[in-house]
């Protein structure tokens, strides 16, 4: 079963796996660094996928809200 999957179903999956996880998370720094890491991993799968554009624009958008929290706002 898993021989069949390719690896671009792998990155997608740990992707997903990844953002699950991160709202599980407590605390948000923590949150928003797991959360942006999966959200990287679907921009790589969305290029993988021939340009899914949609994929890439929304997880970047992800990516740099995350980072603008994360490194630019202070509380």
Known sequence: MLDS???TEWVGYTAMLMVLFSF???NFRKLRM????GAVLF???GFML???WPI??????IVGVNGYYLFFRKN
């Open 5 to 7: 999957i390719d690896l």
């Open 24 to 26: 599980m998370m407590k």
């Open 50 to 52: 021939d340009i899914s």
């Open 56 to 61: 890439v624009i929304t997880n970047l958008a």
């Open 34 to 37: 797991v959360n942006s890491m």
């Open 43 to 45: 921009v790589i799968y």
